[in-house]
């Protein structure tokens, strides 16, 4: 959330918030609905508590063209001061779902290390061979072509070529860790199920709606084409 976004919105919002009785019979009406409605469903989403009333008091002044109640460099301020602590609230947040599903992950590794044939290497990445390859394995420097599906340990799946009906192709190193370290070991040919600690898949960063801080991954892959590198 930017100073300059929220100022903008909260200027540009005419009383929005009161629409609930209002009939929509006009664009400017319905549009003045929406931008009020995706505007506080934007601050919910980010934790920010507005006071509404006060809020359509500084909306109602803009409009009408009076001078501000407080001064020009008290609400920079307060705006500055209020987006800090929603980054706090946020970055808090996003801690203690940090340390849970770390602990989760581990957890479930812990108990999928003793089913039968997953095999764990140093670096913590477990793989179970489901078909045997026979060509060759990609170097370092190569690029694969690979059939794909990325799940969470919950079963929610957050990515697929096979649902996309189209092979994805990678150079072997800029892949995650986990990802780079388990096609030097595959054949072409080979599909595997690799189950990825999250220090050596996204870590502790949060990619896209389902990645969540530091999640552990379960990846079926299909090597199906090495490109040799030049």
Known sequence: MSTRYLLALVIALPSAVYAANQNF??????????????FITRMKAQDANLDLDTLIRGMKDASNGKDPA????????????????VNDIRLQKQNELAAKNLETGKAFLEANAKKEGVITTTSGLQYKVIKEGTGASPMLDDTVVTHYEGRLIDGQVFDSSYKRNQPATFPVKGVIKGWTEALQLMKTGAKWQLYIPADIAYGSAQRGE??????TLIFDIELLEIKAAK
């Open 70 to 85: 407080i001064s020009q460099n008290d609400m920079s301020q307060a705006i500055r001061d209020f987006q800090q602590a």
């Open 210 to 215: 389902f990645i969540k801080p530091n999640s």
């Open 25 to 38: 019979d006009t664009l400017e009406k319905k549009a003045s609905y929406s931008i009020g409605f995706d």
